[in-house]
Each structure stands twice: as C-alpha cells, then as structure tokens.
C-alpha cells in the first residue's frame, strides 16, 4: 500500500563543486481512480509529507548550502539524509517514524526520530509525536 518518494540531489557551487549531498525518502500513496476529497487519507497523507519533503529540501538547498559556502576549502560537501520508515500498518492505523541526520562540514546533527500515526478512514493524525 505505502510507497517511497526518493529523492538524491547535490546542490553544487557556481562552479560545480558539490556543496551539499541530499538524500531523502517520504512515503506517499498509490495513485487511485477516485478524487483526492473521497479518499480522506491521501487527501491529508500525502501533501503532509510532500510539504515535509519540500521543506528539507529548501533546507539543504538554501540555508545548509550557504553554510557550506563558507567552509574553508577541502571541506567535505555537507549532508542533508531524512528517511520516513513505515513502521506499522492495521486496518485502522498507519504509523510512519522519521529519522535523519545533517552534517554541516564539521558537526553530524540527529533528527530526533519521531512517529506520526495516520487514522486510515478519517485521513487525519491521531498521534503526533513520540
């Protein structure tokens, strides 16, 4: 039922030196026949983590790539990797984890991992955080 976006991207330089590495897997749903508004959990499931997806991705083009600019020269690209995991599917409930982590040339950051359960028919979060 569920399926990954993956998304690999180098941001480079003006010069085409790699700045930042991004690797980043969000889940989303098969595409069905019947509109978004009859399908109350793509209808809240999917843009939730298509906007989640986009915002990491500003994140490392944007701010961790102007970070990455002013790293001495032979520093490493930075890194920007965020994984969605499903960990639980029932009849009633999806449960998806995050996890992830960001190197900004010298320090390695973890992304708190954290769980978001989905109620299957009302499309919406019953649970939001750990």
Not at 31 to 57: N, T
């Amino acid at each position: 039922m569920l399926q990954n976006e993956i998304i690999k991207e180098t941001v480079a330089s003006d010069t085409g030196e790699p700045l930042v590495i991004v690797n980043l897997s969000y889940p989303t749903l098969p595409k069905k026949k019947i509109p978004f508004q009859k399908d109350p959990l793509r209808a809240h499931f999917v843009p939730f983590y298509r906007k989640a997806a986009e915002g990491f991705l500003d994140f490392a083009r944007k701010e961790l790539a102007q970070k990455a600019k002013k790293n001495p020269e032979g520093t490493p690209p930075c890194g920007a990797v965020l994984r969605w995991t499903l960990q639980n599917d029932t009849d009633e409930t999806l449960c998806i984890s995050v996890e992830g982590s960001v190197f900004d040339g010298t320090d390695t950051f973890a992304i708190t991992k954290d769980e978001r359960i989905w109620d299957k028919k009302t499309g919406l979060l019953v649970q939001n955080g750990k």
